[in-house]
Nanobody, 127 residues
Protein backbone atom coordinates (compact mmCIF):
# COMPACT_ATOMS: atom_id res chain seq x y z
CA UNK A 1 0.00 0.00 0.00
CA UNK A 2 0.92 3.63 -0.41
CA UNK A 3 0.47 6.28 2.27
CA UNK A 4 -1.59 9.32 1.26
CA UNK A 5 -1.90 12.74 2.88
CA UNK A 6 -4.39 15.32 1.59
CA UNK A 7 -4.14 19.07 2.08
CA UNK A 8 -5.69 22.26 0.76
CA UNK A 9 -9.22 22.11 2.09
CA UNK A 10 -10.95 25.04 3.74
CA UNK A 11 -13.96 27.31 3.98
CA UNK A 12 -14.72 29.36 0.88
CA UNK A 13 -17.63 31.21 -0.68
CA UNK A 14 -19.63 30.04 -3.66
CA UNK A 15 -17.77 30.79 -6.87
CA UNK A 16 -14.33 30.57 -5.27
CA UNK A 17 -11.59 28.10 -6.10
CA UNK A 18 -9.49 25.65 -4.10
CA UNK A 19 -6.69 23.29 -5.00
CA UNK A 20 -6.38 20.05 -3.11
CA UNK A 21 -3.12 18.14 -3.02
CA UNK A 22 -2.45 14.52 -2.15
CA UNK A 23 1.12 13.51 -1.36
CA UNK A 24 1.98 9.84 -1.66
CA UNK A 25 4.79 7.86 -0.08
CA UNK A 26 5.85 4.30 0.51
CA UNK A 27 5.56 2.65 -2.88
CA UNK A 28 6.14 3.45 -6.54
CA UNK A 29 3.58 6.19 -7.11
CA UNK A 30 3.56 5.83 -10.87
CA UNK A 31 2.16 2.28 -10.63
CA UNK A 32 -1.04 3.62 -9.11
CA UNK A 33 -4.20 4.95 -10.63
CA UNK A 34 -5.46 7.77 -8.42
CA UNK A 35 -8.86 9.07 -7.53
CA UNK A 36 -10.56 11.82 -5.58
CA UNK A 37 -13.75 11.00 -3.70
CA UNK A 38 -15.98 13.05 -1.44
CA UNK A 39 -18.44 12.33 1.30
CA UNK A 40 -21.05 14.76 2.57
CA UNK A 41 -22.75 14.27 5.96
CA UNK A 42 -25.29 11.48 5.76
CA UNK A 43 -24.28 10.59 2.22
CA UNK A 44 -22.28 7.79 0.66
CA UNK A 45 -18.75 8.37 -0.52
CA UNK A 46 -18.77 9.19 -4.23
CA UNK A 47 -16.22 9.42 -6.98
CA UNK A 48 -15.27 12.94 -8.08
CA UNK A 49 -12.40 12.35 -10.49
CA UNK A 50 -9.88 9.68 -11.44
CA UNK A 51 -6.62 9.63 -13.36
CA UNK A 52 -4.46 6.89 -14.82
CA UNK A 53 -0.84 6.55 -13.84
CA UNK A 54 0.29 8.13 -17.10
CA UNK A 55 -2.25 10.94 -16.81
CA UNK A 56 -3.56 10.07 -20.25
CA UNK A 57 -6.93 8.79 -19.09
CA UNK A 58 -9.18 10.92 -16.89
CA UNK A 59 -12.70 10.59 -15.54
CA UNK A 60 -14.97 13.22 -13.98
CA UNK A 61 -18.35 12.79 -12.39
CA UNK A 62 -21.12 14.73 -14.08
CA UNK A 63 -21.51 16.97 -11.05
CA UNK A 64 -17.99 18.40 -11.36
CA UNK A 65 -17.26 18.13 -15.07
CA UNK A 66 -16.14 21.48 -16.46
CA UNK A 67 -15.36 22.89 -12.99
CA UNK A 68 -12.80 20.49 -11.50
CA UNK A 69 -9.48 19.34 -12.94
CA UNK A 70 -7.44 16.38 -11.76
CA UNK A 71 -3.73 16.20 -12.48
CA UNK A 72 -0.70 14.34 -11.22
CA UNK A 73 3.02 14.92 -11.00
CA UNK A 74 4.73 11.53 -10.75
CA UNK A 75 8.11 13.15 -10.09
CA UNK A 76 6.62 14.75 -6.96
CA UNK A 77 4.42 11.78 -6.02
CA UNK A 78 1.48 14.13 -5.87
CA UNK A 79 -2.01 14.28 -7.33
CA UNK A 80 -4.03 17.48 -7.43
CA UNK A 81 -7.66 18.48 -7.66
CA UNK A 82 -8.25 22.01 -8.90
CA UNK A 83 -11.78 23.04 -7.97
CA UNK A 84 -13.26 26.13 -9.61
CA UNK A 85 -16.70 27.72 -9.42
CA UNK A 86 -17.39 25.97 -6.15
CA UNK A 87 -20.98 25.47 -5.06
CA UNK A 88 -22.51 24.78 -1.63
CA UNK A 89 -23.28 21.26 -2.92
CA UNK A 90 -19.53 20.64 -3.16
CA UNK A 91 -19.29 20.78 0.64
CA UNK A 92 -17.86 17.46 1.82
CA UNK A 93 -14.78 15.70 3.13
CA UNK A 94 -12.55 15.00 0.14
CA UNK A 95 -10.47 11.84 0.06
CA UNK A 96 -7.56 10.83 -2.10
CA UNK A 97 -7.26 7.15 -3.05
CA UNK A 98 -4.76 4.93 -4.84
CA UNK A 99 -5.26 1.65 -6.63
CA UNK A 100 -2.69 -0.60 -8.28
CA UNK A 101 -3.11 -0.39 -12.04
CA UNK A 102 -2.00 -2.95 -14.60
CA UNK A 103 -1.61 -0.48 -17.45
CA UNK A 104 -0.74 3.17 -17.76
CA UNK A 105 -4.23 4.03 -19.06
CA UNK A 106 -6.32 2.17 -16.49
CA UNK A 107 -8.60 4.20 -14.19
CA UNK A 108 -11.02 3.15 -11.47
CA UNK A 109 -14.38 4.67 -10.61
CA UNK A 110 -15.44 2.21 -7.90
CA UNK A 111 -14.40 2.52 -4.26
CA UNK A 112 -13.59 -1.18 -4.10
CA UNK A 113 -10.81 -0.83 -6.67
CA UNK A 114 -8.80 1.42 -4.37
CA UNK A 115 -6.70 -0.05 -1.58
CA UNK A 116 -5.09 3.04 -0.09
CA UNK A 117 -6.92 6.06 1.30
CA UNK A 118 -5.95 9.36 2.82
CA UNK A 119 -7.47 10.78 6.00
CA UNK A 120 -9.56 13.35 4.13
CA UNK A 121 -9.66 17.13 3.98
CA UNK A 122 -12.76 19.22 4.66
CA UNK A 123 -14.13 21.53 1.99
CA UNK A 124 -16.96 23.84 3.01
CA UNK A 125 -18.62 26.20 0.53
CA UNK A 126 -20.94 28.91 1.83
CA UNK A 127 -23.65 30.52 -0.25
Amino acid sequence: QVQLVESGGGLVQAGDSLRLSCAASGRTFSNYAMGWFRQAPGEEREIVAAISWSGSNIYYSDSVKGRFTIARDNAKNTVYLQMNSLKPDDTAVYYCAAGVASTDWEIFTKLSMYDSWGQGTQVAVSS
